[in-house]
């Protein structure tokens, strides 16, 4: 029987000899790593030689690429979205973050501003459904508050005036009428504010009463709101005021070229000036 005094050493010997074979390990491990480096770097820096010194590193590299399984990586388009956060009440003590609405909102605009609206494919139209739908349930806990903020009353003006467009419903254009007039009441004189709320008035039919918000905004240098009452006097067979009010527009902004082709519509019989080409769209379905 081994003392306590032997069997420590012996037991010592073990983990001595067992800690040997572990460092030894590691470095055949780091050895081969700095190999398989030197091997790459060296197939990829050679230039010039001989034919053979060519062959060889053409094998070299076939053998790595048929031995080592190769990562692939691709890039696709990188969008930076701007942080927006706006206060939820008209006190200001919430802060709600908007960035993905702001998003979505920049991008559909020139597809779902006006009726009728314009996607360049059934995709894009339907994903603009879905995430109209989305967004407008997500602000309208904010939106029904006693105390909402401009900022989120015109954020779902907006969408419920888009869901409008798209034929959701005409529950989507009553709140779209009650957010932007609640808007309204807070901004008075807010130019955006009131053209959202003519231009939903005119495009719903109410071309009379349109006028008292789209007059006010063509006062403040408004382009739109003069192509949106064109709309309305062509909707009115007024097609002399239309193109004449059109005209007028273009000779005051000679380098917009959509003023260019809704004059185009009006010569040619047409009564939709927003019926234009629907640029292509990017619509970020990502939660």
Sequence with gaps: MLSYCAFRRKHTNYRRDFRTIFMKLIQVQQLATVSFVAMILSAC????GDSNSTSNMRKSQSTISSSVPMPSVNIGKVKYIKSVSIPTTTANNNMLDVSKIDEFIEDVTPNLRHYPPNFPNPT???NAKELV??????????????NASYEVLMRSATLNGMARNLDLGSTYAVNASNYVGKAIALKPNDLEANLLYGIML????AFKTSRKYLDKVVAMGSIEAGQTIAQSDLMNDKRSQALSRLQ???????NNAQ????IKIVQEGGYRIWDLPAPNVSIDTTP
Aim: proline share 8%; charged share 25%.
């Design 202 to 205: 005119s495009e719903g039919g």
């Design 248 to 254: 007028k527009l273009q000779v005051q902004n000679p």
């Design 133 to 146: 739908k989305k967004y407008v349930a997500f602000l309208k806990p904010y939106a029904d508050a006693p």
């Design 259 to 262: 003023l260019a082709k809704q």
């Design 124 to 126: 894009d139209k339907y």
């Design 45 to 48: 820096t050679t230039t010039g």
